[in-house]
């Protein structure tokens, strides 16, 4: 079993040595499928594609309030 996970680290060096410089997610597009996704679960049948179409953009625009 360490054999192999030496060869995966040998095979994925130059990735794991480039993500310690450059200090990169992909954290914030993950975030963005997210919201997409569970916009159209909470749509259900009711999908009209030009509404949706207008409401991907305007994700990065919501407000959010802490309340309590």
């Not at 995966?8 to 992909?26: E, F, P, Q, Y």
């Not at 919201?35 to 259900?44: D, E, G, L, P, S």
Request: proline share 4%; no cysteine.
């Amino acid at each position: 079993m360490l054999p192999q996970m030496a060869q995966t680290l040998a095979a994925h060096r130059s990735g794991l040595l480039a993500s310690s410089d450059v200090r990169i997610t992909s954290g914030p597009m993950e975030g963005t499928n997210h919201t997409i996704k569970t916009m159209k679960r909470q749509a259900y049948g009711f999908r009209d594609k030009e509404f949706f179409k207008l409401k991907v953009p305007a994700i990065h625009e919501m407000k959010y309030e802490l309340v309590g």
